[in-house]
């Protein structure tokens, strides 16, 4: 490896052998990374030139877009232009078809559209602008959502274009980190491994808040490592930063990383044991400021005049946060949640929301979506621990590992054992740690290549991921049949060519290395386009063509599923690859295609009717919680179509909502959010989410709707959604508030949608 000068004595990490920071140490100035197995390297004197700064003797300040264009004079002169095609190309691929997809989940897209009416319902994260009831999240990813669409006005691309800006970011963050100190070949491998993952291709263009997690949990590493290059107290500062405003995406999703990075630093940082102590407690309280200011807002302020807590029993955003999106998710117990709590144990074995234990990253539910390179990735962080096993406790290149590793065991730990609710798209957290070990450990193997050992575990890395790749494509056969071939041909070929590759030639031996790399990600990166070429809509999505992912769940085994119900058998993708939902902005419609999902649901599609331009949906019908058959053109009360995914809101059921919506608090009221959703996205107007996300949320009581009512607030109920039953005492306020409407009051059907107009009394009330 190529060694250039810095202040060390000789671990390459820009330390004093004391643990120390040396004055004047900067490692963005190695051209490629020091090797802290290597000999040591040659002194400078303290406060190097910065090249930035004073070009060299003589040599006039290079324009901007020079600059911009050649990046650092230490680099490579391919390394910056490679790096912003790669950008380009992130870009392009995420942008590619983005509107199929409408407005994703109606869930989150009709709390962007309450956030861009009132600044109140923004703040709060409501699902409407008269602030009935929040969604069961923090509302930080909604936030750039709700300002998109506050100035290009609601469409599905004034939704989703910011998750796309998301997705990019983290591809250049996670450049940046391991460019620093691995190279720029290192960044850009990590990157296009992190651009191509299937499930990142999902989220980074879809509207739940992981999009948002991800970028920040890859900042809170990056921001780490930088304090471990030299003990600076601001990195650590700007990580506990990031990790707080994480809380506000995804609550306490947020903190799994944490463990192992401040072991990390505690024991790797390049200061004195005081001070990093003192730094971590720094970072700890920067966390609490930058999470706790909107948690202590909520909680100081008058429940009487905030929104409803949505995912809670009690209106308490704390006890959402420890509940149902805590330990709940951890041991199946969320109460209020889908079946009402009580899931599996997580001792492994198969729970409500599908099998839990040391292979549930590998197995049918997941592997497609995230495991392709995680194989490889186990076996270079292994390599990379090794090779740096004899250097000093500061060494950056062994601290750059730790972390990144640690935080990929950290998260797929939890996440393989967790009995709560649990979905495949969740696995995008791991994608940028898979990435980076990648980078970093392919990068300082191909160093060392040299080493007989070296060779043969680049080798086995391929082969691992040519054997993984083979796996994943064909439990899909059907989908692209000859390329689980190519894979394996490829993988295993490039393989055979890595552990020769001292007595190659040098282009041999990077056709050999190419072409692993080439064989590794050609699975992936089919995933990845099929993915994009899909529309997807509903509360659970799933990337990669059709039957890549099947889980169970409530209300049965494991089905086809394509932003379905888990075990219903629903299926959001048809037969030819067309999605079912609304292209060009409206709302998706339910799934087709399936049967199943909880009692009282028949759904049945026809599963090869291409969908342009208008929502289409199956013969629906469903049992309205307390009350009688739904008639909403969805999945009625029982089903997960109501649960899940949203109406088709017709042209006449949209005309009637919205004439004289004005003057009413709330044009409508309907039992779960996803049924609440699509008619507020199509008239515009609020429309209040009995009982929140699941309609199991004891908001409002009876007695309070039956206030509205009263006070002309309210002016039609909308029959089917929610769950209904099965969720206690909380799911039996939406059924009672059902009952009593569906006894009391005019029945409207227009289509095959009905409503109860709140404001003409049947004679007999």
């Not at 920067?286 to 807002?297: D, E, K, P, Q, R």
């Amino acid at each position: 490896m190529t060694t250039q000068p810095d202040t060390s004595t000789g671990n390459g990490t820009g330390t004093s052998g004391a643990g120390d920071p040396s004055p004047g140490t900067d490692a963005r100035f190695a051209t490629s990374p020091a090797p802290s197995w290597g000999p040591p390297a040659p002194t400078l004197p303290s406060e190097p030139v910065r090249p930035a700064a004073a070009p060299g003797a003589g040599e006039p300040a290079r324009p901007f877009l020079h600059r911009a264009w050649r990046g650092r004079p230490e680099d490579p002169r391919w390394a910056r232009p490679a790096f912003l095609a790669l950008l380009l190309a992130t870009t392009v691929l995420y942008l590619y078809g983005l509107s199929a997809s409408g407005y994703a989940n109606s869930f989150y897209s009709a709390a962007v559209q309450a956030g861009s009416q009132s600044w109140k319902a923004f703040f709060f994260g409501s699902l409407d602008s008269a602030n009935a009831i929040t969604v069961d999240k923090p509302p930080a990813s909604l936030w750039p959502m709700a300002l998109s669409v506050r100035i290009f006005g609601l469409s599905s691309w004034a939704i989703l274009v910011p998750e796309v800006l998301m997705g990019v970011a983290t591809v250049g963050v996670l450049y940046a980190a391991l460019r620093r100190r691995f190279g720029p070949a290192a960044g850009l491998i990590a990157g296009a491994v992190l651009a191509l993952t299937p499930v990142a291709a999902l989220m980074f263009r879809f509207n739940n808040p992981d999009a948002m997690l991800a970028l920040l949990m890859t900042v809170t590493v990056y921001c780490v490592i930088r304090g471990l290059e030299d003990g600076r107290t601001k990195w650590l500062v700007w990580a506990g930063v990031a990790v707080g405003f994480a809380f506000l995406a995804k609550t306490l999703q947020a903190f799994l990383i944490l463990p192992p990075l401040a072991v990390l630093y505690a024991v790797c940082a390049p200061v004195s044991l005081r001070k990093r102590f003192a730094q971590i407690g720094l970072s700890a309280g920067a966390m609490v400021v930058a999470g706790g200011w909107w948690v202590a807002i909520v909680e100081l302020w008058p429940a009487s005049s905030r929104p409803y807590i949505g995912g809670s029993q009690n209106n308490s955003f704390l006890e959402l946060t420890f509940g149902y999106n805590g330990l709940g998710r951890i041991n199946g117990d969320e109460t209020g949640s889908v079946g009402g709590g009580g899931g599996g144990g997580g001792g492994g074995g198969t729970g409500q929301w599908g099998e839990t234990g040391w292979n549930r990253m590998f197995n049918s539910e997941i592997g497609s979506q995230i495991s392709w390179l995680l194989p490889a990735a186990l076996i270079l962080l292994v390599a990379g621990l090794v090779l740096t096993r004899k250097a000093k406790r500061t060494d950056l290149t062994r601290g750059s590992f730790l972390a990144w590793g640690g935080a990929l065991l950290m998260t797929a730990l939890v996440f393989s054992y967790m009995a709560g609710i649990f979905h495949q798209y969740y696995t995008v957290a791991l994608a940028p740690y898979i990435a980076a070990v990648v980078g970093m450990g392919a990068t300082v193997l191909w160093e060392e290549r040299g080493r007989v050992w070296a060779s043969l575990t680049l080798a086995g890395a391929a082969t691992a991921s040519a054997a993984w790749g083979y796996v994943l494509l064909d439990r899909t056969s059907d989908y692209l049949p000859w390329l689980k071939w190519l894979v394996l041909v490829g993988g295993l070929t490039g393989a055979l060519g890595l552990i020769f590759v001292t007595r190659l030639g040098r282009r041999l031996a990077l056709a050999a290395a190419a072409l692993s790399f080439a064989a590794a990600i050609a699975g992936p990166t089919a995933y990845t386009l099929s993915t994009v070429n899909t529309g997807h809509s509903g509360s659970i999505v799933t990337a990669g063509p059709s039957g890549a992912s099947t889980m169970g769940g409530p209300g049965g085994g494991g089905g086809g599923m394509r932003g379905g119900f888990p075990g219903g058998g629903q299926n959001q993708q048809n037969g030819d690859g067309a999605q079912n939902g609304q292209q060009g902005g409206g709302t998706g419609g339910p799934p087709t295609g399936g049967t199943g999902g909880f009692p009282g649901q028949n759904q049945q599609g026809n599963g090869n009717t291409q969908g342009n331009g208008g929502t289409r949906g199956g013969n629906q019908q469903g049992g309205m919680p307390g009350g009688g058959p739904g008639e909403g053109g969805m999945g009625g009360g029982g089903g997960a179509g109501g649960l899940l995914n949203g109406a088709n809101v017709g042209s006449a059921a949209k005309a009637l909502l919205s004439k004289n919506a004005g003057d009413y608090t709330w044009a409508a009221a309907a039992i779960g959010s996803q049924n609440s959703a699509s008619y507020q996205l199509a008239t515009g107007k609020p429309v209040m989410a009995i009982g929140g996300f699941n309609g199991t949320d004891p908001s409002p009581t009876l007695a309070q709707f039956k206030k509205y009512v009263t006070d002309g607030k309210i002016h039609y109920f909308i029959s089917g959604g929610g769950m209904g039953g099965g969720g206690g005492a909380s799911s039996s306020a939406s059924s009672r508030i059902s009952s009593w409407v569906t006894a009391n009051f005019k029945k409207v059907t227009v289509g095959s949608a009905t409503f109860y107009d709140l404001t003409q009394p049947t004679s007999s009330s």
